[in-house]
């Protein structure tokens, strides 16, 4: 069975950076892309970024572009988001999830498609 753990939150003023990592463990080659989602107080879950296995092809939504990497490590079965000129905005609890659906071209990343979810990290931007 795969487990998903994330790791990294914590409180950062803005215009800082945090470094988000999901480790996998368990059958982990029962999945083929690697998802970050983020639910904000009072918001809906939605999707920030994703990664395939092979290649690694990845995703951003438009709010985090240019902001935020997504990468991979295989040998230690993690992935990590970069997440860098946070915003206020940027607040919320994060999670990784595992699915097999990588939609290629515009950004588009479906709850449903996601099998395996992690408990979250809290990422908190604040002066």
């Known amino acids: 069975q795969l487990q998903l753990v994330e790791s990294g939150g914590g409180l950062v003023q803005p215009g800082g950076s945090l470094r988000l990592s999901c480790a996998a463990s368990?059958?982990?080659?029962?999945?083929?892309?690697i998802g970050w989602f983020r639910q904000a107080p009072g918001k809906e879950r939605e999707g920030v970024s994703c990664i395939s296995r092979s290649p690694s092809n990845t995703n951003y939504a438009d709010s985090v572009k240019g902001r935020f990497t997504i990468s991979r490590d295989n040998a230690k079965r993690t992935v990590y988001l970069q997440m860098n000129d946070l915003k206020p905005e940027d607040t919320a609890i994060y999670y990784c999830a595992a699915g097999n659906i990588f939609y290629p071209g515009n950004f588009n990343m479906r709850e449903n498609d996601y099998t395996t979810w992690g408990h979250g990290t809290q990422v908190t931007v604040s002066a």
């Open positions: 368990g059958f982990t080659s029962n999945y083929y892309v």
